[in-house]
C-alpha cells in the first residue's frame, strides 16, 4: 500500500476534506487528527474525527442541561423511533418541542456519553440514560443511541433510538 498523501488544506492549513473523508492507513500509521478504527474486512482505515468532535461537544452541552445551537442546521431534522407517533420535528423549534415531548413523558435525570462512532457522514453517539417515569417511583436506566447526519460541519438530522444496536444498524454497522 502506498504512503499516505498530506491531507488536503487550504492557505490557512485547514484541511479541505469533506467531513468523514475515510484515508487508507499502513497498520498502525494514522494521521494526527485521525483516529484508526478497524475496518469491515480487518484492514485499518484513518477517519476524520472532525464529526466525532462536534457531536462529543454537542453531547456534553446537553449533558449539562444546555444545546448546542451553532451545531445545528437551522432546518434540522429530528426523528424519534423511540416515541410512538411522534410526529415531525423540524428545525430548532423542532428540537425544542422534542425535547419538551421527552421530558413530558419520561423526565431524564442523567445522561452519560459512553461513545461516539464515526460512520462517515453519520456519528453514532452511545449513551447510558437515567429516568424516573412521571407519576411513578419507577427509575428507568437504559443505554440509547442518536444517529447525527453532518453536513459541511452542521447537524443536519438525527434519529434516536432506544439501543445502540439498532442504531449501528441504521448506518449500516453491526456489533
Known amino acids: 500500500m502506498p504512503p499516505l498523501a498530506a491531507p488536503a488544506t487550504d492557505e490557512m ?9 475515510i484515508f487508507e492507513a499502513r497498520r498502525g500509521r494514522v494521521p494526527r487528527g485521525h483516529r484508526a478504527v478497524q475496518a469491515f474486512y480487518g484492514e485499518v ?30 432546518q434540522i431534522e429530528v426523528y424519534d423511533h423511540d416515541i410512538l407517533d411522534a ?3 423540524r428545525g430548532h423549534a423542532g428540537v425544542i418541542r422534542w425535547i419538551e415531548d421527552w421530558q413530558e413523558g419520561l ?16 456519528v453514532v453517539a452511545v449513551f447510558l440514560l437515567r429516568a424516573r417515569a412521571r407519576g411513578s417511583d419507577v427509575d428507568v436506566k437504559r443505554q440509547d443511541a442518536i ?10 438530522r438525527f434519529d434516536y433510538y432506544n439501543s445502540r444496536r439498532q ?3 441504521a448506518v449500516g454497522l453491526e456489533e
Do not use: K
Not at 492549513?13 to 473523508?21: I, Y
Not at 444517529?147 to 443536519?156: A, C, T
Open 45 to 74: 482505515i484513518a477517519i476524520s474525527s472532525q464529526n466525532v468532535e462536534i457531536v462529543r461537544d454537542l453531547m456534553e452541552q446537553f449533558m449539562q442541561g444546555d444545546v448546542a445551537w451553532d451545531a445545528l442546521d437551522p
Open 87 to 89: 410526529g415531525e420535528y
Open 167 to 169: 442504531a449501528l444498524h
Open 13 to 21: 492549513g485547514r484541511d479541505n476534506r469533506a467531513p468523514g473523508a
Open 107 to 122: 423526565p431524564i435525570t442523567s445522561i452519560d456519553l459512553q461513545e461516539c462512532i464515526d460512520a462517515g457522514d453519520a
Open 147 to 156: 444517529v447525527f447526519r453532518l453536513r459541511d460541519g452542521s447537524i443536519v
